[in-house]
């Protein structure tokens, strides 16, 4: 963060910098790191081949990088409106109720990644991203939930009515 905020133009580190730096890149191939950097339209936030939010425990980077003070979101592009909550639960539980919430309103659901513990897409039969969501242990039964919403009044609607108060029963304080 030091680099990135550095005051001098001459000696601060640049977008280049970053994604070459080894910190940045650890162990991401060049096809990973592209898919990171790609734009951020609404159908981009939702294809599976972005493995990056697949089940796996949180860094300490991954967690400085949900501060409101640290997204460099700006940098790469703005996506479509996103809400983050705090559970006090294992992801399962959690991914469980998207589903069946999805179910009630007449969505199709389906999970990616191994074993089913990869983000939820919530999907009308049109074949529209209602919303993604993806969740991330912290610790044994602490996990942040992330969602992706759709575009437009159903997105909306179906967030306010259903995925909220399914996503948010066990939010911590």
């Known amino acids: 963060m030091r680099c990135i905020l550095n005051p001098d133009t001459d000696t601060r580190i640049h977008t280049d910098g970053i994604l ?16 990171l950097m790609r734009g951020h339209e609404e159908e981009a936030w939702f294809k599976p081949e972005c493995k ?14 949900f501060s409101p003070g640290s997204d460099l979101s700006g940098l790469f592009g703005a ?20 589903e ?8 199709g659901v389906r999970r990616e990644g191994k ?14 991203i209602v919303a993604k969501v993806s969740v991330f242990k912290l610790a044994d039964a602490v996990s942040v939930v992330e969602v992706v919403k759709g575009d437009g ?5 179906f967030w306010t ?3 909220e108060p399914a996503v948010k029963p066990r939010a911590l304080s």
């Open 20 to 35: 070459s730096h080894p910190w940045f890149r650890d162990g991401a191939s060049d096809d990973e790191v592209a898919c």
């Open 52 to 65: 990056e939010d697949m089940a796996r425990d949180m860094t300490a980077f991954d967690i400085l990088s």
């Open 79 to 98: 996506g479509p409106g996103k809400e983050r909550v705090f559970v006090g639960e294992p992801a399962a539980a959690v991914l469980r109720r998207v």
């Open 100 to 107: 069946d919430a999805g179910r009630k309103e007449g969505y």
């Open 115 to 128: 074993k089913g513990a990869g983000p939820v897409y919530v999907e009308r039969e049109s074949g529209g």
């Open 153 to 157: 009044a159903e997105a909306a609607l």
């Open 161 to 163: 009515d259903r995925l």
